[in-house]
């Protein structure tokens, strides 16, 4: 028995009309056409500030953000004053490219400027009073908090009270009541059209490091290096690729590969990016998103998890490629350890939920406490979770100074909604914060059993059986016929892809794996075909070894990847889901069918077949291209094989190779009935 991914897969309607009028006018394929669709872009001017971002209309910061020009008073104010100025930051990638980038511009401009940021460990997200009493003490002025401060209103207002100047720039959700700093720059608190509605904390740093330079004179030379931080720090924190944000990551991605700066230089040497970078064409001088996605940010982000972020803050403001190549490794022998960690964790906690078999379709949420796990990893491992068993994840592991205190991570799917959930147990509840899709929480060990049960009360309200599959949204049918490397490049006018504008995913029906094996960390690497077409074609699937070996027929959701090897390119395909290909039957051809013909491939070779009435049975005839012919009598076992029937041979047709033939020219039949 085959062990598939559990999933759901959700069709995108065709829309053969405004497919026709967009590939038309612009010109692009019928797929991409389709996708743009799908991603909302239905007009052509629409579509056109899509392909090109450039030509999108975008207000001046200052007439969009009320609190930006006080803002930037202050700040001229401290540096002409060389009054000190300290810059409260978060312990993730937003948070640790925001503190660098206002580092680097500001001490660029001229100013007094140092930085803090709260311990993980021990301290927990946030400006916290400690920190306000400690810049007070230092003789700090003026405070900038970077992604975080919105919510720490006793914090703010002991600021205030010892005399201290703050701006707030922030970009997660607006609590009830504001803290009284002097300045608040949070794009949730401008108008929901805006295109700068999506930037995150970095975004907001961008913003402000960028008026203040153009203000005083000094943006020569400032720009293209913050913009390379920009685009690592929304990539990273999983921002939306679409407004301000899709126009700046497209430059900032084309900048990246030159990087001006050592640590982003070292960065991109340490993780392998340039490799791949050097083997691009003149034409394609820009990074992925995914090359951040996947090789750039985890090493930062590893960082914050298990480490002192001090390390990347030196990394993205030190202009000594020595020291930056020193603090990239540090990047990378912590990101290993982080992924070992990530591992060991993912095992313990499937083994415990296989152990316990708990019913999930019962309890509609997984809460999975165990000691010893490191706090700063369970949240990607809550992810992975929610992946495997496509049910809201809450994960947690004791204090090592309390184990009578549980700390934990949560991660949901699209029809529910963590935050609430933790809010419906608030009175179980120590320090929860996040919003729908992620957050936090700690909670009394006691309480554990009873939370577990709200959780799941919770959960029963919003969730049906149907949604306990991880949902993967595809976008249009591609065969492997339509796969080619002009395809692939026209897909890349989509990019940057990422948050709300997702690479697109294709599906293909009956097809037929020719190889597979297990490579690397248990991967597995395909070989397909398909009836229709001569063509193979290579395709991976990260991290799935459980599944191995697959089916030998099968429909596939896929992205589109370019591989590069020996200075040739080709596309493959990355596989994201797969489920049991349509189950076949003579009996849905009926006598109005007869005769059937149609021709297929199998193992590269071209064969036509058809459907024969013979007395009183129906015969399937298959003919290759030297002229034998197999003729089966549909119900029997048994075929013959050859050039005329006095001279055929009789042949077992459910032994291979025989057995897969007949299924192909059955596949045929069935697209030509």
Known sequence: MYRLPLQRWEFYPERPQQVKEIAEKFPVSPLLAQVLINRGMETPTQVREFLEPETQFLPEPIDEFPDLGISLELLENAIASQGKIAICGDYDADGMTSTALLLRSLRTLGADVDYAIPSRMT??????CRIIEEFHREGVQLILTVDNGIAAFEPIQRARELG????????HDIPPKLPPANAILNPKLIRETSPYRGIAGVGVAYIVAVCL???LGLAKGLVKPMLELFTLGTIADLAPLTGVNRRWVKRGL???PYSQLAGVQALIQISGVEGSRNSKSATQNSLNPEDIGFRLGPRINAIGRISDPQIVIELLTTDNMGVALER???CEQINQKRQQLCEEIEQEAIAWCEQSQIDLQQERVLVVVQPNWHHGVIGIVASRLVERYGVPVFIGTYEEEDEERIRGSARGIPEFDVFEALLSCEDL?????????????SLPAKNLVEFQRRLSKFAHKLLQPEHLKPLLKIDAKAEITDINLELYQQIQALQPCGIENSAPVFWMSDVRIVEQQIVGKGHLKLTISQFSSPDKIKAIAWRWRDY???????DIAYRLRENNFNGSKTVELELLGVRQAKPLSWQTFTAENLPLKAEFYHNQKRYTCGLYPNDSLTELRIRNAEGKVLAVPLGKTTGLLGITREDAVEVNIFQPPFSTLVESAQIALEKAK
């Open 123 to 128: 301290e927990g997200y946030g400006i916290n």
């Open 164 to 171: 201290l100047q703050i701006i707030v720039t922030d970009h």
């Open 213 to 215: 330079a153009q203000r």
């Open 254 to 256: 084309q900048l990246l």
């Open 328 to 330: 990239a490794m540090q």
């Open 429 to 441: 509840l120590g320090k929860f914060g996040g919003h729908k899709a992620a957050g936090g929480f």
């Open 548 to 554: 191995f070996p697959l089916p030998t027929r099968i």
